[in-house]
């Protein structure tokens, strides 16, 4: 009996230990569920933070095409058009929008729009440019066809985006691109050598699609998917 209150007396504290151990792992157990539930609860905050956000941002751009084109449904097709290129494209949806709305506050059509501002783009995609080029270059273009043509100013913006305009021009033209510096730049000019260099056997053809496979571009445009999703 002795030996046997021994072993019971000895028994139950390896019992009390393997109880302690068990109740101390389901603690950290359960806390680690708690704070993964709780990061969990977090990032759906955020996810749906950033999709109000989004919706607030692209309702708050088409009132503004609203005004620019007179019409609910023509606005809603271009920032469709614009969601659809940033998705596609290297360049994001506000670097976009305000490239376009530049381009139909000039007076063009929003389809004329679109089509420059994806040329330009173009362009500015080759010489290795990203969206803080494109809207800078966008409000260039905005101010050239304001007043009808290019200045010295206007013609060093090209050239401080990497983008040899008058070699660009002289190419379209079929000239030198001596001549084409003597010339007096049209926006039409420069619209249509950009368009030019962007097609087949241009001076940039297929850049921006190049550009879109490159490690930034892809995460740009994995971005821009993710954000609209």
């Not at 109740?23 to 759906?44: N, S, Y």
């Not at 933070?49 to 606005?75: C, D, H, P």
């Not at 940033?86 to 004329?112: E, K, N, Y």
Request: glycine fraction near 10%.
């Amino acid at each position: 009996r002795k030996a046997g209150d021994g072993v019971e007396r000895g028994a139950a504290p390896g019992a009390n230990g393997f109880e302690q151990m068990m109740i101390g792992a389901a603690r950290r157990i359960g806390e680690a569920f708690l704070d993964m539930a709780a990061k969990a609860v977090q990032g759906v905050e955020q996810i749906a933070r950033a999709g109000i956000e989004f919706n607030a941002k692209m309702e708050q751009y088409q009132v503004g095409f609203e005004t620019l084109l007179g019409s609910e449904e023509e606005a809603a097709k271009v920032m469709a058009q614009i969601r659809d290129d940033a998705a596609r494209t290297p360049f994001d949806v506000d670097s976009l929008t305000q490239a376009t709305r530049m381009m139909v506050s000039a007076g063009m059509s929003a389809d004329d729009a679109r089509k420059d501002v994806l040329n330009l783009a173009n362009a500015i995609a080759a010489t290795g440019g990203g969206s803080a080029e494109l809207s800078r270059m966008a409000a260039n273009m905005q101010q050239i066809k304001n007043t009808g043509k290019a200045t010295a100013m206007d013609i060093r913006q090209f050239a401080n985006a990497g983008i040899n305009i008058y070699g660009v021009l002289a190419d379209s033209l079929g000239i030198t691109a001596k001549q084409a510096a003597e010339m007096d730049v049209t926006y039409e000019q420069l619209a249509y050598a950009l368009q030019h260099a962007a097609e087949a056997c241009g001076m940039f053809e297929g850049a921006m699609e190049a550009q879109s496979q490159t490690f930034n571009g892809r995460i740009s445009t994995l971005k821009d998917n993710v954000t609209q999703l």
